[in-house]
């Protein structure tokens, strides 16, 4: 069975660090860029930043600074580390492989323009 799974999310005061995993199970994602998403309550997901296959990474202008994308193709997953945490931050995090024939490569970080996606983590930021 084909799924990416997310985790590593939970509680982290402001101003601390976190770092989310994206793993691959059933595929390889040595030839997938993988994006990051954000839903917070009662809003739309909104894109976060992407990597390529060959490990370059794309940041919303909100994310710069904060947020780093990476990857392990020897672990199949990819990371966000997010950084010097706000309460806006928090939401449920996704990944997702892009929908599109050029899926090595970061389209826009918007969540049509990706197609599978994992069932999320939570990460809440409160003192």
């Known amino acids: 069975q084909v799924q990416l799974v997310e985790s590593g999310g939970g509680l982290v005061q402001p101003g601390g660090s976190l770092r989310l995993s994206c793993a691959a199970s059933?595929?390889?994602?040595?030839?997938?860029?993988i994006g990051w998403f954000r839903q917070a309550p009662g809003k739309e997901r909104e894109g976060i930043s992407c990597i390529t296959s060959d490990g370059n990474g794309y940041y919303v202008d909100s994310a710069k600074g904060r947020f780093s994308i990476s990857r392990d193709n020897a672990k199949n997953t990819v990371y966000l580390e997010l950084n010097s945490a706000k309460p806006e931050d928090t939401g449920a995090y996704y990944c997702a492989t892009p929908s599109g024939s050029f899926s090595y490569l970061c389209p826009l970080l918007e969540p049509d323009e990706y197609g599978s996606w994992g069932q999320g983590t939570q990460v809440t930021v409160s003192s």
């Open positions: 059933g595929f390889s994602l040595d030839h997938y860029a």
